[in-house]
């Protein structure tokens, strides 16, 4: 039975606005627009937002991590805005109880360093221990949980570690201030495709044996359908179809979904190869009055030009598309 609890994250008209270039070549881009979802009211979960390569997912997370400012609506972690949390204590609060984890561990842990030294500065900079020689111990605790043993990564360089080791790794580090949220954004993208449906199934773990919720972004659905209880669609800034996962991608409502689903998933590496062409369909998207997808869309409508469809709940998911909100006697998200 699901308890009603007090979401641990809860987003409100969340949006953030990108101005660039300047005089005539100004330009104004909504990379995340009105982002309104909770998470943790059920329990301890493992949500995914999941969408195409610049859908405003990584700006999403950043202004999660309270990383990047957002323009407009608010963020409440634990009860707390985040964009107030500034004092040196309350900062350093919200860096142990939300624990992000990166896209590269290569990037994650400097070449030069021993893994476990990056271990121990964690260790001291966060006063998790008292003094050093408790380091081992505390250590071994976490590696445990990600399926590493301190004999085996002790002394070691990067470079002698597989990527995905060094995930697991940076996840272990991840857990040592004992966070009750982990923000991964395509935690798996950069890692051999042979590992990783095991550091994916590690965050399922890691729910049960951390009591640790997970935001997991990815453009992945093959991933995202195995470890999540809910997902959430974005298409150029908007959210446009939320609910538990079976649903959304069983029973897929939105126009987007159900072409995302069926679409080959693309490998990251490989997309930032192609700016050109992406970012083609991916500015005039942006642009669009009206729904995102209108163009793209088999079943477009005239409203779909020129209106921006609202939130309506549609067996048992969120979802913002002209074709639901048409129909009578539905209920407002
Ligand atoms: N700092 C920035 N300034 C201007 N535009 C940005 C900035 N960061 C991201 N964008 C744009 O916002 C859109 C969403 O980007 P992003 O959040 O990285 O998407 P995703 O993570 O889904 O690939 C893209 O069009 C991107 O070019
Ligand atoms: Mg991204």
Not at 203 to 220: C, G, M, P, Q, S
Not at 297 to 326: F, G, N
């Amino acid at each position: 039975m699901p308890h009603n609890h007090q979401p641990i994250l809860q987003t409100r008209n969340l949006s953030k606005v990108f101005i660039t270039g300047m005089g005539f070549a100004k330009s104004r881009l909504v990379a995340v627009n009105r982002a309104a979802f909770q998470m943790g009211a059920q329990g301890t979960e493992i949500f995914t937002i999941a969408g195409e390569s610049g859908s405003g997912k990584s700006t999403l997370a950043k202004m999660i991590l309270g990383l990047l400012e957002p323009t407009e609506g608010s963020i409440t972690f634990r009860g707390r805005n985040v964009t107030s949390i500034k004092g040196r204590k309350d900062r350093l609060w919200f860096m142990k109880e939300v624990q992000p984890v990166f896209q590269n561990p290569f990037e994650t842990f400097s070449p030069l360093n021993r893994v476990d030294d990056y271990f121990l500065e964690t260790a001291v900079s966060f006063r998790l221990i008292k003094r050093r020689q408790e380091a081992p111990e505390y250590l071994e605790k976490f590696l445990e949980l990600v399926g590493l043993s301190l004999h085996h990564i002790q002394g070691r360089y990067p470079h002698e570690l597989s990527g995905g080791e060094l995930q697991r790794l940076s996840i272990a580090r991840a857990l040592m201030t004992r966070p009750t949220l982990l923000v991964a954004d395509e935690p798996v993208s950069m890692i051999d495709a042979s590992l990783r449906m095991s550091v994916v199934n590690l965050f399922r773990e890691l729910k049960d044996k951390a009591n640790v919720n997970v935001l997991y972004i990815t453009h992945d659905l093959a991933t995202a359908y195995y470890i999540s209880d809910r997902i959430a669609i974005m298409l150029r800034g908007t959210i446009v179809e939320l609910g538990p996962v079976e649903k959304v991608l069983d029973h897929p409502l939105h126009p987007y979904t159900k072409i995302l689903k069926n679409s080959v998933p693309e490998p990251d590496p490989l997309n930032r190869l192609q700016p050109v062409r992406l970012s083609g369909i991916e500015s005039k998207e942006f642009a669009r009055a009206g729904c995102k997808f209108a163009g793209r869309c088999p079943s477009a409508m005239a409203i779909c030009e020129t209106q921006e469809p609202e939130a309506v709940i549609e067996d048992e998911r969120e979802v913002k598309c002209h074709l639901y909100s048409e129909s009578q006697g539905k209920t407002t998200a």
